[in-house]
T-cell receptor, first 114, second 114 residues
Framework: GDSVTQMEGPVTLSEEACLTI???????????LFWYVQYPGEGLQLLLK?????DKGSNKGFEATYRKETTSFHLEKGSVQVSDSAVYFC?????????????FGSGTRLSIRP | DGGITQSPKYLFRKEGQNVTLSCEQN?????MYWYRQDPGQGLRLIYY???????QKGDIAEGYSVSREKKESFPLTVTSAQKNPTAFYLC?????????????FGPGTRLTVT
């Protein structure tokens, strides 16, 4: 079945460092890919998405490119801030499946030091 | 403002008691979802509903029940049959199942059963 694998955390960085959180997927169809963010004590928020190969999603300085050849959707940010500390979930949705739903990765906790 | 509300934020129950978690949305969304989140794990789908009076089991429905009598409301009951009920529960909604990739999440309810 479809699945999402993302790098294990926690990831700890200093403010203004570069961030990459790896995400790879397995899907039988043509999934859409997403990054969700969960701030402490809150629900998830959609951060960015890409619906087809080579699409780049971007929001709040974060970017991710849908790479079909490597089945990847890595999250990147050039300069992180303390306010970026959160748990980040990579996810996919295969609209071709019989029951459309989101499949989430296990989450990567990011902590940014001032 | 439109959104999803879950109440209460924290809930404590004794083992053997059923408990119902509230989820209300004013986004006029047709589809609603319940997820369970355990520490260090991704979200797991409990139940989802695409329309009033219709709902489907997700990946871990055992020990849970839902109802969808109104479009705005999708309460989840955690029954005494659920072996490990202590978890963080998240409710979400989307325009419909075809747009399940873009879900809006509530703030969550943390349930502790002792």
């Amino acid at each position: 079945g479809d699945s999402v694998t993302q790098m294990e955390g926690p990831v700890t960085l200093s403010e203004e460092a570069c961030l990459t959180i790896n995400c790879t997927y397995t899907a039988t169809g043509y999934p859409s890919l997403f990054w969700y963010v969960q701030y402490p004590g809150e629900g998830l928020q959609l951060l960015l998405k890409a619906t087809k190969a080579d699409d780049k999603g971007s929001n709040k300085g974060f970017e991710a490119t849908y790479r079909k050849e490597t089945t990847s959707f890595h999250l990147e940010k050039g300069s992180v801030q303390v306010s970026d500390s959160a748990v980040y979930f990579c996810a996919l949705s295969d609209l071709g499946s019989s029951a459309s739903k989101i499949i989430f990765g296990s989450g990567t906790r990011l902590s940014i030091r001032p | 403002d439109g959104g999803i509300t879950q109440s209460p934020k924290y809930l404590f129950r004794k083992e053997g008691q059923n408990v119902t978690l509230s989820c209300e949305q004013n986004l006029n969304h047709d589809a609603m979802y319940w997820y369970r989140q355990d520490p260090g794990q991704g979200l797991r789908l409990i139940y989802y509903s695409q329309i009033v009076n219709d709902f489907q089991k997700g990946d871990i429905a055992e020990g849970y029940s839902v109802s969808r009598e109104k479009k705005e409301s999708f309460p989840l009951t955690v029954t005494s049959a659920q072996k490990n009920p202590t978890a963080f529960y998240l409710c979400a909604s989307s325009i419909d199942l075809d747009y399940s990739y873009e879900q809006y999440f509530g703030p969550g309810t943390r349930l502790t059963v002792t």
